[in-house]
């Protein structure tokens, strides 16, 4: 038992290190591989509080209630009735879950819930950046839809089972793929075989120019900007959204990493052009002028696709901001 509580303490000083680490920056921390490791562990404490742990204390008091009986039925014989000591109290004590499995077999269906929900049906995200104005704001909280592109198994995001395909238009949470470790958010602008021209602010589709709206201005509140911008509707497929447009001049699109298939794309001082290869997206952001995205570092390969993003579920500084993702 001492073995046992020695060992989980230095469990839980392990994740209270990486958790510290990770939320001061010494590292980044993998959220999905986390739960995957609390809920095997957590389950191999259930199974040994299940078939081991919980019986051997259950024969542990039926042996001490046995001998109990057997002490009274002693004194009885000869002639004592009355028999100091109340052996329950023991008896509870003995059946008592110690502190190290009520805190790992304990909290095993609860983790199990989370990791299934947040693996396969939906994951929460908090909108970092100010790349999807007007459609997201930094720090709305939205919900991802797993399952909506296919079934895919956790960590390694190895689809294994098929469902819709990514939609031109459709709001997408995808690993980035310069550092799989971080979670990016923008809409889904190219599919594959598309050619994709982004020439002078204006967005073209094979050959076609994307028709957009001005709908007045827009007071963009970022920190970094907080001053009053062009905004425009503009519709790709059956999606009819809103986007940013800087008028002022702005610094030719280059590309600032090399990237898989970089040779299907070509920069001019006017934009970019770029076929999407097979089994890869072409991702820009709704902010256009303030958005770092596939003109500057490349395609979304489908393994990279996490979930569609559909809803804000809360703003804490507008709760008018609840509502579906257009």
Same mark, same amino acid.
């Given at each position: 038992?001492?073995?046992?509580?020695?060992?989980?303490?230095?469990?839980?000083?392990?994740? #209270?290190?990486?958790?510290?680490?990770?939320?001061?920056? =010494?590292?980044?921390?993998? %959220?999905?591989?986390?739960?995957?490791?609390?809920?095997?562990?957590?389950?191999?404490?259930?199974?040994?509080?299940?078939?081991?742990?919980?019986?051997? !204390?259950?024969?542990?008091?039926?042996?001490?209630?046995?001998?109990?009986?057997?002490? !009274?039925?002693?004194?009885?014989?000869?002639?004592?009735?009355?028999?100091?000591?109340?052996?329950?109290?023991?008896?509870?004590?003995?059946?008592?879950?110690?502190?190290?499995?009520?805190?790992?077999?304990?909290?095993?269906?609860?983790?199990?819930?989370?990791?299934?929900?947040?693996?396969?049906?939906?994951?929460?995200?908090?909108?970092?950046?100010?790349?999807?104005? @007007?459609?997201?704001?930094?720090?709305?909280?939205?919900?991802?839809?797993? %399952?909506?592109?296919?079934?895919?198994?956790?960590?390694?995001?190895?689809?294994?089972?098929?469902?819709?395909?990514?939609?031109?238009?459709?709001?997408?949470?995808?690993?980035? @793929?310069?550092?799989?470790?971080?979670?990016?958010?923008?809409?889904?602008?190219?599919? @594959?075989?598309?050619?994709?021209?982004?020439?002078?602010?204006?967005?073209?589709?094979?050959?076609?120019?994307?028709?957009?709206?001005?709908?007045?201005?827009?007071?963009?509140?970022?920190?970094?900007?907080?001053?009053?911008?062009?905004?425009?509707?503009?519709?790709?497929?059956?999606?009819?959204?809103? #986007?940013?447009?800087?008028?002022?001049?702005?610094?030719?699109?280059?590309?600032? =990493?090399?990237?898989?298939?970089?040779?299907?794309?070509? =920069?001019?001082?006017?934009?970019?052009?770029?076929?999407?290869?097979?089994?890869? =997206?072409?991702?820009?952001? +709704?902010?256009?002028?303030?958005?770092?995205?596939?003109?500057?570092?490349?395609?979304?390969? +489908?393994?990279?696709?996490?979930?569609?993003?559909?809803?804000?579920?809360?703003?804490?500084?507008?709760?008018?901001?609840?509502?579906?993702?257009?």
């Amino acid at each position: 038992m001492k073995a046992m509580s020695a060992l989980t303490g230095l469990l839980y000083a392990a994740l #209270i290190a990486y958790l510290g680490g990770w939320y001061t920056g =010494y590292w980044n921390g993998n %959220f999905s591989l986390l739960l995957l490791i609390l809920t095997t562990v957590t389950l191999g404490y259930w199974v040994a509080e299940r078939f081991h742990f919980q019986p051997a !204390r259950r024969r542990a008091a039926a042996r001490l209630t046995e001998a109990d009986t057997q002490r !009274r039925a002693s004194l009885a014989a000869q002639g004592i009735d009355r028999v100091d000591g109340d052996v329950e109290g023991a008896r509870q004590e003995v059946l008592r879950q110690p502190w190290w499995l009520d805190w790992t077999a304990g909290l095993f269906p609860v983790i199990l819930i989370v990791f299934l929900l947040r693996s396969f049906l939906f994951e929460p995200f908090k909108i970092p950046s100010g790349s999807m104005v @007007p459609t997201l704001l930094i720090g709305d909280l939205i919900l991802v839809n797993k %399952f909506h592109y296919g079934v895919r198994l956790p960590v390694i995001n190895k689809k294994i089972i098929s469902n819709h395909d990514v939609q031109r238009g459709d709001v997408v949470v995808f690993r980035y @793929p310069q550092n799989p470790s971080i979670d990016y958010i923008k809409r889904a602008v190219g599919l @594959p075989g598309d050619e994709i021209r982004y020439s002078n602010q204006r967005l073209y589709v094979n050959g076609k120019e994307i028709e957009t709206q001005s709908l007045g201005d827009f007071f963009d509140e970022d920190p970094n900007s907080m001053r009053f911008r062009p905004r425009f509707t503009e519709k790709l497929g059956p999606v009819e959204h809103e #986007i940013l447009v800087d008028p002022a001049p702005r610094e030719a699109i280059r590309k600032i =990493y090399d990237f898989p298939y970089s040779d299907q794309c070509t =920069y001019t001082l006017d934009g970019v052009t770029c076929k999407v290869p097979a089994g890869h =997206y072409f991702m820009m952001g +709704d902010n256009r002028d303030n958005s770092q995205d596939s003109r500057y570092w490349g395609f979304v390969p +489908d393994e990279n696709i996490v979930g569609r993003a559909f809803v804000v579920w809360m703003n804490f500084g507008n709760i008018k901001r609840v509502g579906s993702i257009r």
